[in-house]
């Protein structure tokens, strides 16, 4: 995401404004001479950035001037409000990296799939293999000095971290922006929000052809009604591998209508291979900078 490094500047400039690099380099100077009790210095890559607003509304009081929520710029950080208390940390993190899990035989739309349905054993065994394909264990962590990440979590992870003073959880250490910074890092969330969003779509797209074509699958009396399907979707199979389904009073679906109405689903504005080949030419040119 091209969004990632530019925010990111932002935030080394805010972050150093805080703690200037005099400073930790001061710091880190002292923790050398006297040990740990002087360990005050520490890499971190989530915040609590806050602005103060010029004008008050005539229902606020100076309790209400100031406005701040967390960012966190892993690749597992929420996307919500919510420091770790979400899922959208996992839902960007499985739909950015959809493509490595893929090649682990994970399953990276399993939270798009079970979106709006209770916890289940189907859902958790996969989104447990998912966890472990990309090295994310829990964000109970604070500072990449004990960071339980490992792998490509790590990796994206570790692009990210800025020197902070005071070792302390990020909302005790709230860090001061202009307004305008402030929305530039709520530009970052809102584009791993629409990240989560069309891939959501995506599926929900993919899951109505699926249901489409099973439908219309029960429904066929005989193969040669499969068979015709398969060539309206322009999919080459072996008759050998379509078994013979029989039908209980279930509308028989015309080949062609449900080829068309298939078809009709899918989503027509990008396609999944240029969309990953957007992100793959990013990326090349990401290795070349």
């Not at 979400?86 to 682990?104: I, P, S």
């Not at 591998?241 to 028989?252: A, K, P, Q, Y």
Request: hydrophobic content about 30%; aromatic content about 10%; proline content about 2%.
């Amino acid at each position: 995401m091209l969004i990632y490094p530019l925010v990111f500047d932002v935030a080394k400039e805010v972050v150093s404004r805080a703690y200037p690099s005099d400073d930790v380099q001061t710091c880190k100077t002292l923790k050398a001479k006297y040990g740990q009790p002087l360990d005050v210095v520490a890499k971190d890559k989530c915040f609590y950035f806050s602005y103060a607003k010029e004008n008050l509304e005539e229902d606020e009081d100076e309790d209400d001037r100031n406005i701040s929520e967390h960012f966190d710029f892993g690749l597992f950080g929420s996307v919500g409000n919510s420091e770790y208390g979400d899922n959208t940390g996992k839902q960007f993190a499985y739909a950015y990296k959809r493509e490595e899990l893929k090649a682990k035989d994970c399953n990276a739309d399993i939270l798009a799939q079970q979106n709006g349905k209770e916890d289940n054993p189907h859902k958790t065994k996969h989104i447990e293999a998912n966890d472990k394909a990309l090295g994310y264990t829990q964000y109970s962590r604070y500072s990449s000095s004990d960071d339980t990440t490992t792998g490509i979590a790590r990796e994206f992870d570790s692009q990210f971290y800025l020197d902070i003073i005071g070792t302390s959880h990020c909302r005790s250490r709230t860090i001061a922006c202009t307004k305008q910074e402030f929305e530039q890092f709520k530009m970052l969330k809102l584009a791993k929000a629409n990240v989560i969003t069309c891939h959501q779509k995506w599926i929900d797209s993919i899951e109505k052809q699926k249901q489409a074509m099973k439908t219309g699958l029960k429904a066929y009396r005989y193969l040669s009604e499969g068979v015709e399907l398969m060539k309206e979707l322009g999919v080459e199979i072996d008759e050998a591998e379509l078994v013979r389904c029989n039908s209980t009073g279930l509308t028989i679906y015309n080949p062609v209508n449900l080829a068309s109405m298939i078809k009709g689903m899918k989503n027509t504005t990008m396609t999944r291979e240029q969309k990953i080949a957007i992100r793959k030419e990013y990326e090349a040119q990401q290795k070349v900078n």
